[in-house]
């Protein structure tokens, strides 16, 4: 009996203490994923920088403050995703860094809509102005890639790599002959000169 009742204390102990240091280290865990909730933490730079743009992450317009959106379990960190806003701002902050020279662009690929591509490309134009250089690199260029790194004073491409280069283009489906054929007449209220969103059921071509 004595033995059985060492036993249940042995194993009862071992287990509060196991369940001790267990809350511990998902304390740490925690703490050390939500202190990636206030991004990146300014830092001084000294001497000569240039500053590498890697666009790998979607482009959304704005840095998500959520810290378990790119969690990284193995690095217990979130991993930071930069919005479209934050780059731009960056460049700006750039141009007026005398200890940045230049820019590394390194687009491999780009998960984002034309519009976040112009205006990062835009921001890059700006930044051109303080007559630093820009460098693009990328194993593969997209149209919106290449589009992008057009901006750069020079493009490199990995002599293994790629080039999607077929531009781009629109094509649009005209309705006025189709509705005027089955006897249908559009009721169309509009303001304003510019309102295109109509002329496929006013206009043929």
């Keep these: 009996m004595r033995q059985f009742f060492k036993f249940f204390f042995a194993s009862m102990l071992g287990f509060i203490v196991g369940s001790v ?10 703490a050390g994923v939500v202190s990636t909730m206030s991004g990146p933490k300014t830092m001084a730079i000294h001497g000569s920088h240039v500053l590498k ?15 378990f959106r790119n969690f990284r379990a193995g690095e217990i960190k979130s991993q930071m995703q930069p919005g479209v806003y934050d780059i731009v ?3 700006d902050k750039a141009a007026n860094d005398k200890n940045i020279k230049g820019i590394y662009l390194n687009i491999t690929d780009i998960d984002g809509g034309i519009s976040s591509v112009e205006e990062i490309r835009n921001a890059i134009l700006k930044f051109k102005k303080s007559k630093k250089f820009v460098i693009a690199y990328s194993e593969y260029y997209s149209n919106k890639g290449y589009y992008l790194a057009s901006a750069a004073d020079k493009v490199y491409l990995n002599p293994e790599g790629e080039l999607d280069f077929r531009g781009y283009a629109t094509q649009l489906m005209f309705l006025k002959g189709m509705l005027e054929k089955v006897g249908v007449e559009p009721q169309i209220i509009r303001h304003g000169k510019f309102k295109s969103a109509v002329e496929p059921l006013t206009e043929e071509k």
């Design 21 to 30: 240091v267990l809350f511990f280290l998902l304390i740490l865990m925690i």
């Design 53 to 67: 743009i890697n666009l790998e992450q979607p482009l959304t317009e704005r840095t998500p403050n959520n810290p």
């Design 89 to 91: 701002e960056d460049l």
